[in-house]
């Protein structure tokens, strides 16, 4: 470990490790295995709770964020539409609340789920990851050009096909194929979509490769962390197979496995930090992987034990046929140095922060990388932070940066005169989502960058100059809108989907909307406001937000929504050409039912299906549902 860390994780057990031992009737003894300890819950305990205890520990390690939600937290209405199982995850070890569960012993944490939910931990795991096993040999896999493969279909990240198998005037005639039920109700990463295969990640730690026609299972391969970004198909010769499917996990581990048996050819971690871990995509090109590092540092920091900060966000290149690191780069020149004591005598840290949240892009003409950059974590000077950088493929040495807002400074959840908490503080505005690479219709290339506040910067992917700016709106008062995850872009346009106003309230009703700005000019062609949210599971959680990348083919972007709708708008006139409601309970492929609600996470397009990730238990309404469509 690092010097100046406190940090101590839980146990080693998977975060997904949660199972009923024994159940003896309705109001009799339940017996628990949470994070590896064993647990006895009395009728008392499983029903009520410890009230007090669980107000006191919401209040000391909860409040301060669940009362005040913002994009990445969310509302304490929210956390009680959760399952308390769920609730309980979030401690476990790599749990996104592991940094503030510390100290806490696993009743407490029982306490509180069922305090936060008003329902008792069942120890449900989900659907059977056995169930509905695919029979037969396993065919192999033969990538090609009509695939999907990885969070943006190629290295340039503009998530656009050219050809995914159907045209804009089939839309009418695209009907839900299957559905698989994901293990848990948070829905994460991009479908990759290779030959016959589709490859997924869940929050739960698995992941699964699914037949694209039926859904049934050819394997599953546990990591025992969150596997958050999409996965990626590339050759290796050390593979049966010959071809490997690659991806991370919120351990900061990257797994190489053969992509038709699942076995294991390598595992690298990528960074020691205790609370880094791999939340974006990794990008494949070159015969390399480019790992994006993120941290929990930003929640870690709120527990006044805690050294804050010492994380530093880094890019790392694998070889990957070998899994060994060829080169890793820092988005923050200088080491974490001492800065003195916070008030409660805890050594306090810096500079930090710079986390990479979202996919590297590569650019094999020039042989470059880029990334989009987060904010920082202290108030010491990080003038990589907010932005973007290029890297030489070859040798990761920093070729340009650029910064879209100086002084960024944040941490979540922070209020005036808190302990460690930057000053003065910035409104987290930064770079969480790919750059996109495409090429003019003059012939000369163009890098788009999308900051959180929703202002698209047009960037010389040669030397990082800045071509122009342009703010998307959500058409309700003049607001200004926010893009968190991605935008996508065709030949002549990006489109760029909008969250919401800026400083909106998560499941407030907020507006959406998505905007086409012409490449070449920065100017607005169209925007369409989102339509009036109607959620099929009532009121709670519901609004217009659209968060969820968009997906691009020929005519067509599709966008979908907090209201559980994925539409295909015109990309000529933004026109609403398809509209599905996924908010709702369909038959499963692999489970009696799976539920589709908040669409938050990303969609991908091949071979004449779309693939659609319906349920984000983390910040909207949750559900668990991936639907398959293809052609009536």
């Known amino acids: 470990m690092r010097r100046g860390h406190t940090f101590r994780p839980m146990a080693e057990p998977a975060c997904h490790d949660i199972t009923v031992v024994e159940i003896q009737g309705e109001d009799r003894v339940r017996q628990i295995v949470f994070a590896g300890i064993f647990l006895v819950l009395a009728p008392s305990m499983a029903g009520a709770a410890e009230v007090s205890n669980a107000q006191g520990i919401y209040d000391e390690r909860c409040a301060v964020c669940h009362d005040n939600p913002n994009d990445r937290i969310p509302s304490r209405d929210t956390l009680a539409t959760r399952s308390p199982d769920d609730v309980m995850r979030a401690f476990a070890p790599y749990g996104v609340m592991q940094p503030h569960g510390v100290g806490l012993i696993p009743s407490d944490i029982v306490d509180l789920a069922v305090f936060l939910t008003g329902e008792r931990p069942t120890g449900a795991a989900g659907p059977d990851p056995n169930a509905n ?236 990388v880029y990334a989009g950059i987060g904010n920082s974590y202290t108030d010491l000077p990080a003038p990589m932070t907010d932005g973007v950088i290029a890297w030489d493929f070859d040798t990761g040495e920093r070729l340009w940066h650029y910064q879209g807002l100086a002084n960024d400074n944040w941490i979540a959840g922070c209020a005036p005169g808190q302990v460690d908490c930057p000053t003065p503080m910035g409104p987290d505005m930064d770079f969480g989502t790919p750059p996109v690479l495409r090429t003019l219709p003059n012939g000369e290339f163009i890098l788009i960058a999308a900051q959180k506040s929703g202002i698209l910067h047009a960037l010389n992917p040669d030397t990082g100059e800045l071509l122009w700016q342009q703010q998307i709106e959500v058409g309700k008062g003049g607001d200004k809108g926010r893009i968190l995850y991605a935008v996508g872009a065709n030949n002549t346009h990006v489109f760029a989907p909008a969250s919401g106003a800026v400083g909106y309230e998560p499941s407030a009703g907020s507006n959406g909307g998505i905007t086409a700005v012409d490449l070449l000019a920065g100017e607005k062609t169209w925007y369409v406001p989102a339509p009036t949210p109607v959620c099929s599971w009532g009121e709670a959680n519901c609004g217009g937000s659209q968060t969820a990348p968009p997906l691009v083919i020929p005519g067509a972007v599709f966008s979908a929504a907090e209201d559980g709708h994925i539409r295909a708008y015109s990309t000529e006139d933004g026109s609403i050409l398809w509209d599905y409601d996924t908010g709702r309970s369909f038959p499963a492929v692999n489970a009696d039912e799976a539920s589709g609600a908040t669409i938050m996470t990303g969609q991908s397009i091949a071979n004449g299906m779309l693939f659609v990730n319906s349920g984000r238990g983390f910040t909207g309404h949750p559900g668990n549902a991936l639907m398959a469509f293809g052609l009536e």
């Open 133 to 368: 096993m695919c029979t037969g040999t396993a065919s192999a896999i033969f990538p090609d050009g009509m695939d999907w493969n990885g969070w943006g279909r190629d290295a340039t990240n503009a998530r656009y096909h050219p050809a995914p198998g159907f045209t804009v005037d089939d839309l009418p005639n695209l009907k839900l194929k299957w559905t698989f039920a994901y293990p848990t109700d948070q829905v994460t990463g991009v479908p990759t979509a290779v030959g016959n295969r589709v490859f997924v990640g869940t929050f739960a730690g698995q992941v699964f490769a699914l037949d694209a026609q039926t859904g049934c299972t050819h394997w599953h391969f546990d990591t025992g962390s969150p596997v958050k970004g999409a996965t990626i198909v590339g050759p290796n010769p050390k593979s049966p197979s010959g071809y490997a499917l690659y991806f991370g996990d919120e351990k900061a581990f990257v797994y190489a496995v053969d992509a038709v048996t699942g076995e294991e050819i390598w595992r690298t971690q990528a960074d020691d930090h205790p609370v880094a871990r791999i939340t974006g995509s990794m990008t494949m090109a070159g015969g390399r992987l480019f790992v994006p590092m993120s941290s929990l540092e930003e929640l870690a920091a709120l527990n006044e034990q805690y050294e804050c900060c010492t994380f530093r966000g880094s890019i790392t290149s694998i070889d990957s046929v070998s899994g060994e690191i060829v080169w890793k780069s820092f988005t923050i020149d200088d080491e974490p140095a001492p800065q003195g004591l916070n008030s409660k005598g805890v050594q306090t840290f810096g500079p930090a922060g710079g986390a990479i949240w979202s996919a590297p892009t590569v650019d094999m003409r020039t042989r470059r």
